[in-house]
């Protein structure tokens, strides 16, 4: 509707006062269900009275005029003016067409065609082979599959890309240390955990003895020419790796990645984009190494390739856009911690300058802030790293905790706690604003109460124990007897906007905005729900409108927290 009356007022604009005017767009707010002007409110004749001198009231009233002919099926109650704003009502028979439409389109309410089938890729959770998992990975997960349901949900082909980091000189001295000190029958017990502890030991004996690096880069040299021992090992590693990650797709129900492009798989497409560099003139030799200046941009000095003939990261990145390009992506977006900012920005200009890319459409850096716990939680391991699996299990005990105080009947409730420690963890990192830092306080966070993940779906469940209430009472009214109380409008109103938020979701890339839609839904959803009766109704007529109300609100709900990647039980 926020596209369809822009529409309208540009049409208009043209007609009565010739284009060109002035900058119109975006004109129309979609005004909060609580706002007593309306439904969607446009400052078009306050600034265009500004250009032609005269009275905001009379442009005003002159797109009214307009506004209202045009407005032949009835979709607005009211068109008026306020203060210089024109504002639009949405009428009863719109409100509740809508409604309707969420009955027929069901899970596919809110999802769009705007993606017009452009295949973008989305690069999320990329750990590193032989490391422990941290919180940072959780964040980055979460962040990345609901970016990635999200951008499906509006009609792009979007598929993912899990960057395993698997490669580089540290994989030699793992090699090494393996070789020195490894046993594998210790090792396969706890493989991440000793691999760690063997990189870490063989790191200690760098400082004393700087000869071990030596060795170590050796080790991965043979791993590069492809040595069977190493490469064996190597391998060995990869596998015990993806073991230990096996937690973020079954614990906190991520999407598997539809590519494993990793690290490696660019070894041999490098020395292509070093010599396309050197064509096209962009590469400069500075002591030793091969580097492109981009001080005209203020992002500084890109390292190529080193003085020691290594590649870099930043290679490496070039090479993995250019494939991944060549796959058929017209736009990749990487979930990356802000950490990496100006990383990404050097590499995203070479690329610009290069010819590949136009920025900042067709490759998007996703930053999120750190996820960090308060002082004194969780502790069991020495070290400061909190570990994924260590946290997502204390989360689930929490929430297990608090289903056995509240329903301790429910059956499933090992299923369902799971379902609220990963409701409760995405929906925390999801609400906030992606770039900054956020503390997760299990007390705060794993509750029904408040803007929280398990809120909703708690709202969610209840919403069915309302339908499971009701059996299979009919839902089909009769419109022209029904006379809105407010509070059903104010739901009404707040389901007709989900297409547009998440419009707007994908637009700047903020969930943030998906979620505060979802949580005002569900207030919205109880205040009706304590003011207004639904199963108590005598009046057969508006039991089945409210039925209608409750039934649409349970699939928005439920279609919200999906492309969070939040599960919605119906019962907890
Ligand atoms: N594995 C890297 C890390 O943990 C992140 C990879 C980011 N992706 C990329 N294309 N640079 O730091």
Not at 42 to 59: D, M
Not at 143 to 162: C, H, N, P
Not at 383 to 410: C, M, W, Y
Not at 427 to 438: A, E, R
Request: charged fraction near 25%; hydrophobic fraction near 40%; glycine fraction near 6%.
């Amino acid at each position: 509707m926020k596209r369809f009356i822009e529409k309208q007022l540009s049409e208009i604009l043209g007609r009565l006062y010739g284009s060109g005017q002035i900058e119109v767009m975006p004109p129309v707010e979609v005004l909060k269900p609580e706002s007593s002007f309306g439904d969607y409110s446009t400052n078009i004749a306050l600034r265009l009275s500004k250009v032609l001198k005269t009275s905001p009231q009379v442009v005003a009233q002159s797109f009214i005029n307009q506004l209202k002919l045009l407005d032949t099926h009835g979709d607005f109650l009211d068109i008026s003016e306020a203060g210089g704003f024109i504002n639009f009502k949405l009428s009863k028979t719109q409100l509740l067409k809508n409604m309707a439409a969420i009955s027929d389109q069901g899970e596919l309410y809110g999802s769009s065609l705007v993606g017009e089938d452009k295949k973008i890729l989305v690069e999320y959770f990329q750990p590193n082979v032989a490391k422990p998992l941290h919180l940072g990975h959780i964040s980055n997960a979460v962040v990345g599959d609901a970016i990635f349901r999200i951008l499906k949900s509006q009609g792009y082909q979007t598929e993912s890309d899990t960057h395993l980091g698997d490669w580089g000189t540290q994989f030699g001295l793992l090699l090494l240390a393996y070789k020195k000190y490894g046993d594998f029958s210790i090792i396969e017990k706890n493989p991440i955990e000793e691999l760690n502890s063997l990189y870490v030991k063989i790191n200690l004996e760098i400082e004393l003895d700087p000869d071990i690096r030596e060795q170590g880069k050796q080790e991965f040299v043979k791993l590069e020419q492809g040595d069977g021992e190493n490469k064996k090992l190597w391998e060995q590693f990869r596998e015990w790796s993806w073991k230990e990650y096996e937690i973020i797709y079954t614990e906190l129900g991520i999407r598997r990645a539809d590519h494993d492009w990793p690290e490696s798989f660019y070894e041999d497409k490098m020395p292509a984009v070093v010599e396309e560099l050197k064509q096209k003139g962009f590469l400069v030799e500075s002591q030793g190494a091969q580097i492109v200046p981009l001080d005209d941009y203020k992002l500084g000095t890109a390292v190529v390739v080193k003085s020691d003939t290594g590649t870099t990261y930043l290679l490496r990145d070039l090479a993995t856009f250019i494939y991944r390009q060549q796959q058929g992506f017209e736009k990749q977006l990487y979930v990356i911690d802000v950490r990496q900012q100006h990383q990404l920005a050097q590499t995203f200009k070479i690329l610009e300058l290069m010819g590949y890319i136009n920025l900042p459409e067709e490759a998007v850096h996703i930053a999120y802030g750190f996820l960090k716990l308060p002082e004194g939680v969780m502790s069991s391991r020495k070290g400061t790293i909190v570990h994924a699996d260590e946290f997502i299990r204390s989360v689930q005990d929490r929430a297990l905790e608090i289903i056995n105080e509240k329903n301790p009947d429910l059956k499933d409730k090992e299923l369902v706690s799971k379902q609220v420690a990963s409701g409760a963890i995405k929906y925390f990192q999801l609400s906030h604003n992606l770039k900054s830092d956020i503390i997760f306080d299990p007390q705060k966070v794993v509750t029904f109460e408040g803007n929280t993940g398990p809120y909703l779906q708690y709202t969610h469940a209840r919403i069915h124990g309302i339908l499971r209430k009701a059996g299979n009472l009919s839902i089909n009214f009769k419109e022209e007897s029904i006379k809105l109380e407010e509070l059903e409008t104010a739901v009404l109103r707040k389901l007709y906007t989900f297409p547009e938020i998440l419009a707007e979701v994908i637009h700047d890339a903020t969930p943030n905005l998906l979620c505060n839609y979802l949580f005002e839904l569900a207030q919205s959803f109880n205040s009706f729900y304590q003011a207004v009766p639904v199963l108590a109704e005598p009046d057969e007529n508006l039991k089945a409108l409210r039925l209608h109300l409750v039934t649409a609100t349970a699939q928005v709900l439920s279609n919200g927290l999906i492309l969070l990647g939040i599960e919605a039980p119906e019962e907890m």
